[in-house]
């Protein structure tokens, strides 16, 4: 139950970042933990093997986006190095 809590109010205070931040560079790690975050919430909530099974494709495609969005952060620095 407070593993749930903690994880929950990093979510909570992630999000709200995410949405105060207003450089999207800054962003994308907060919705990254974000989608990490909710994959171990499926992961406490269910413990059953369908529950597990879930948490895993989700962990699976959270990794998947946490790839675009380190690929995105490096796009975009080389971008802004380019022209200067």
Request: overall charge negative; aromatic content about 8%.
């Amino acid at each position: 139950m407070i593993e749930e809590t903690i994880i929950a109010g990093i979510i909570i205070y992630m999000g709200l970042r995410l949405f105060i931040t207003q450089d999207s560079l800054e962003r994308m790690p907060y919705l990254n933990v974000i989608n990490f975050g909710v994959a171990a919430i499926i992961t406490l909530k269910n413990p059953s093997p369908l529950g597990v099974v879930t948490s895993m494709i989700y962990f699976i495609m959270a990794t998947v986006a946490a790839n675009a969005i380190a690929f995105t952060i490096n796009k975009i620095k080389e971008i802004e190095h380019g022209n200067d």
